[in-house]
């Protein structure tokens, strides 16, 4: 699902990997969640049906719910792919915060390394162990290509974030990782890790922007038969976007050059979106309500548009 929107005093478009953000005066940002679907920082060749309605849904839900704790960019949500919002100078770094070793922290852990992002981890861990104490692992913001980790002193030293924002990012991410731990546990899940990213008004305030404790930025655990799980070495039962990676790595591709993205018949198509769908209910305790997606584009620019009368 590709856009086209015809919106009066549209300044640009910026096309992301997963979506489409149109930037147009008074500092308004519009950001549509495509049903385009990424893994290991490669666009895969087939849309997923209902994923970009399930993403900008669970994201407008979360960014409502946290916004006692850190000021955000969303103003509205007039259609179920859509976010309207403040538009902000993003911070080039994701703040990343782990509570557990999984994902790339245990790939990092299991090739011997016991620092990630500067950070130390202890030795004598299994795979999907809770940490000692949650730690942030910021990544680099990558334009075309693979995110880079990169350390908080790095982040300073260069000159990426101040030492006075930084310190504040920290202190957001921290609390918003607290606050997704609970509102996950409600549901009977463990918040595993999860990334944040933050950008400045054109006033200088520091917001949360785009999604936040969606299946593409966190993962998640079933709490029951977790300890049960680990104690017997067998793999978590999670809700994630992992399980699409390790269906490519099981395919032999991990976006390394030279590997070819795997076929994605109709069958895999269709238990990807059902897997969605399955997390959306499970993370909100919410019956998912399909949106019509005939005339997708034109019902999107229909609903943009009487917003923006609004405004």
């Given amino acids: 699902m590709d856009t086209d929107l015809h919106l009066t005093n549209m300044q640009s478009k910026y096309v992301g990997k997963v979506r489409e953000v149109y930037h147009i005066k008074d500092d308004i940002l519009i950001m549509v969640a495509t049903d385009r679907l990424s893994a290991f920082d490669v666009v895969l060749p087939k849309g997923i049906p209902y994923k970009g309605q399930i993403l900008n849904q669970l994201a407008t839900k979360m960014l409502r719910e946290t916004a006692d704790i850190v000021p955000n960019w969303l103003l509205s ?10 538009s902000c100078e993003s911070f080039k770094i994701e703040m990343v915060i782990r509570g557990y070793l999984a994902g790339h922290a245990a790939r990092v852990y299991k090739s011997g390394s016991r620092k990630l992002c500067g950070e130390s981890l202890p030795e004598g861990m299994k795979e999907n162990d809770k940490l000692p104490t949650p730690i942030i692992t910021p990544a680099t913001k990558a334009e075309k290509g693979h995110d880079e980790d990169i350390s908080r002193e790095e982040i300073i030293n260069q000159g990426i974030v101040s030492e006075k924002d930084y ?67 067998k793999a978590q039962k999670q809700l994630s976007k992992e399980f699409v990676r390790q269906w490519l790595i099981s395919e032999g591709f991990q976006g390394l050059s030279g590997q070819n993205i795997p076929v994605m018949d109709d069958k895999i198509v269709t238990s990807i979106s059902e897997r969605y769908i399955e997390i959306y209910e499970k993370i909100t305790g919410q019956k998912f309500i399909k949106a019509p997606t005939n005339r997708i584009s034109e019902r999107i620019q229909n609903n943009i548009l009487s917003f923006l009368k609004t405004v």
């Fill in 77 to 86: 949500s007039p259609d179920p792919n859509v976010s309207i919002g403040k």
């Fill in 167 to 233: 310190i504040l990012l920290e202190k957001y991410t921290y609390k918003l990782y607290e606050r997704g731990t609970k509102i996950a546990k409600k549901q009977g899940l463990i918040l595993v890790d999860t990334k944040y990213e933050f950008g400045k008004t054109n006033r200088g305030e520091i917001v949360l922007i785009d999604e936040i404790h969606t299946p593409d930025s966190s993962r998640y655990f079933y709490e029951s038969g977790y300890n049960e799980r680990q104690k017997h070495g």
